[in-house]
């Protein structure tokens, strides 16, 4: 809604049978029917396999995008030729991948999210975020650290890092707000980080929408000055 508001059109994507909850076109509500292995190499293939699914979901969509009556009334209101694809978690990964594989996503953020298989080994082309939460609080494996910051070094196009002090993995969700005070509270204390979720939403947003200007056609915005609003958020361009 923090986009939304700011007047981008956003579309928030469920994957069958791998989200907990989703609603297919004819009704019906499906959920969780996946398996993950025990074994970590065959953990790691089911990753990227999963990955791979959810790519060519985020692609899917930017096909049925192209029809006149895609979103109805709405339809005639977008602008197909500014398009980013942004995600929180395995969704970040997504992102990345998407902006790899199709010409048509303009810009990616990749928010908190792991990288499987040989994504991180690419040479993105076009501009690129990475919103980290506190590595220590959240607890990042090496291998995650390690893995964006390859994907960082090798980028060919704008790219920005940051890394938002005591926030957590779930910092940037919206979990805490399905409970009423004062559950909320200590609900938001225990998964929201030292910094809360609220302000680590504001922070994001307004980190994305400077970042989001310049790639989807409105005015390009700073995105260090609005990283500059918020205390404790290190980091900076990479390109």
Not at 60 to 71: G, I, K, T, Y
Not at 173 to 200: C, H, K, S, V, W
């Amino acid at each position: 809604t923090g986009l939304a508001s700011r007047g981008y059109v956003v579309l928030a994507l469920d994957h069958p049978y791998e989200s907990a909850v989703t609603e297919l076109a004819d009704g019906r509500i499906v959920g969780d029917e996946l398996a993950f292995p025990s074994d970590q190499a065959a953990g790691n293939a089911f990753m990227v396999s999963q990955l791979n699914v959810r790519a060519a979901d985020v692609l899917f969509v930017l096909d049925q995008l192209e029809r006149s009556d895609a979103l109805g009334a709405l339809s005639s209101h977008l602008d197909a030729e500014h398009i980013a694809v942004i995600g929180h978690s395995f969704g970040g990964a997504t992102a990345a991948v998407a902006l790899d594989r199709d010409p048509r996503v303009k810009a990616a953020a990749n928010v908190d999210g792991t990288l499987y298989g040989s994504i991180e080994e690419k040479l993105l082309s076009r501009p690129f975020l990475q919103l980290d939460s506190d590595h220590v609080e959240t607890g990042h494996s090496k291998e995650n650290i390690a893995g964006n910051l390859r994907l960082l070094a090798n980028l060919d196009a704008p790219g920005w890092a940051y890394e938002i002090s005591r926030a957590n993995h779930f910092s940037f969700t919206d979990a805490p707000l399905f409970f009423a005070p004062p559950g909320r509270f200590i609900l938001a204390l225990l998964i929201g980080g030292g910094r809360g979720p609220a302000e680590t939403h504001r922070a994001t947003i307004d980190i994305l929408d400077a970042f989001l200007s310049g790639p989807l056609g409105r005015e390009p915005a700073n995105v260090e000055a609005a990283v500059a609003k918020y205390k404790g958020i290190a980091g900076g361009p990479r390109k």
